[in-house]
């Protein structure tokens, strides 16, 4: 079974910095991104944002309000990813999912697996 725990988060001021953390663990035939989602104050889970990717090959994507803020790092090796997330700002308060997607040993349908999500509140 695969699964995925996070850690990091908590209160930051404004312009302040905080870090996330995760690791994927379990077996799977391939990984193909990990990344963060991030479920806004007053939203559903139906409404997440995401808020930055990486693939196996190193290459990254942001949310364009994080782009230049926020810097994703994967390890393929570990199957971690870490987001440091400076110049904070009282709209980065969100619930931050981390996932990854992979292809399960047992098909060759890609499955997101889901972290416990992990609070980020960004207030003075």
């Known amino acids: 079974q695969v699964q995925v725990v996070e850690s990091g988060g908590g209160l930051a001021q404004p312009g302040g910095s905080l870090n996330l953390s995760c690791a994927a663990s379990?077996?799977?035939?391939?990984?193909?991104?990990m990344g963060w989602y991030r479920q806004p104050p007053g939203k559903g889970r139906e409404q997440l944002e995401l808020v930055a990717s990486v693939d196996d090959r190193g290459r990254t994507d942001y949310r364009e309000s994080v782009r230049g803020r926020f810097t994703i790092t994967g390890d393929n090796v570990k199957n971690t990813v870490s987001l440091q997330m400076n110049n904070l700002r009282p709209e980065d308060t969100a619930v931050y999912f981390c996932y990854v997607l992979i292809i399960p040993i047992d098909t060759d349908a890609a499955k997101y697996i889901w972290g416990q999500g992990t609070q980020v509140t960004v207030s003075a």
């Open positions: 379990g077996d799977f035939k391939r990984k193909d991104t």
